[in-house]
């Protein structure tokens, strides 16, 4: 069981927008401005693709965005498109001596 | 810029010891604050943070592995090493290094490859 609650899966169409949810606690996404969110195709490595909440790395698109409420966290992909399809875990830093959490994962499918 | 790259046995059997390295190019271990992490991820389950240590040789540990896990660094090769002992079935994972993860860079990026490791006799 993942420290952060993530949605199993999310799906939307080319060109429309979707939301990502990522929950924890008042030790981790509550208290720090510290969730990352990554991508991950199958078989390939994670990618950085928000830290400190919102920022975005350069090179990924703007049509990523972070944002952060309370003890939820989320990531918002708009103008979807096929080669978002992947796999996204958001992450977070904790005061528990873990230091890191991860969520379980959540597979976005384009249609 | 910065790329790492695991390597290791991609079969370890049951009690005995993963050893894993993660060589960095484009970088230095020791440089700044740098920390540096091993993360993995059991076939189709989410990601675990393993430990990392600092550029001063510090470390932290996941408690969950702590008693089995030494984390070292390697300056004169610039890379980091993994050591988990007494390893079981459910330790079999792709295990992943990466930079970050402390103070200053509250993220990990970039990461390995990643390399399997399974364990079974």
């Known amino acids: 069981q993942s420290a952060l609650t993530q949605p199993a899966s999310v799906s939307g169409s080319p060109g429309q927008s979707i939301t990502i949810s990522c929950t924890g606690t008042?030790?981790?996404?509550?208290?720090?401005?510290?969730v990352s969110w990554y991508q991950q195709h199958p078989g390939k490595a994670p990618k950085l693709m928000i830290y400190?909440?919102?920022h975005r790395p350069s090179g990924v698109p703007d049509r990523f965005s972070g944002s952060k409420s309370g003890n939820t966290a989320s990531l918002t992909i708009s103008g979807l498109q096929a080669e978002d399809e992947a796999d996204y875990y958001c992450s977070s830093y904790t005061s528990t001596t873990t230091l890191w959490v991860f969520g379980g994962g959540t597979k976005l499918t384009v249609l | 810029q910065v790329q790492l790259q695991e390597s290791g046995p991609g079969l370890v059997k049951p009690s005995q010891t993963l050893s894993l390295t993660c060589t960095v190019s484009?970088?230095?271990?020791?440089?700044?604050?740098?920390?540096w992490t091993w993360i993995r991820q059991p076939a189709g389950k989410g990601l675990e943070w393993i430990g990392r240590?600092?550029?001063?040789?510090?470390?932290n540990y996941n408690p969950s592995l702590k008693s089995r896990l030494t984390i070292s660094e390697d300056t004169s090769n610039n890379q980091f090493s993994l050591k988990l002992s007494s390893v079981t079935a459910a330790d079999t994972a792709v295990y992943y290094c990466?930079?970050?993860?402390?103070?200053?860079?509250?993220?990990?990026?970039?990461w390995g490859q990643g390399t399997l490791v399974t364990v079974s006799s």
């Open positions: 240590i600092y550029s001063s040789g510090s470390t």
């Open positions: 990466a930079r970050g993860g402390g103070s200053g860079n509250y993220w990990f990026d970039p």
């Open positions: 400190d909440v919102s």
């Open positions: 484009g970088g230095s271990i020791s440089s700044g604050s740098s920390f």
């Open positions: 008042s030790t981790d996404v509550g208290y720090y401005d510290y």
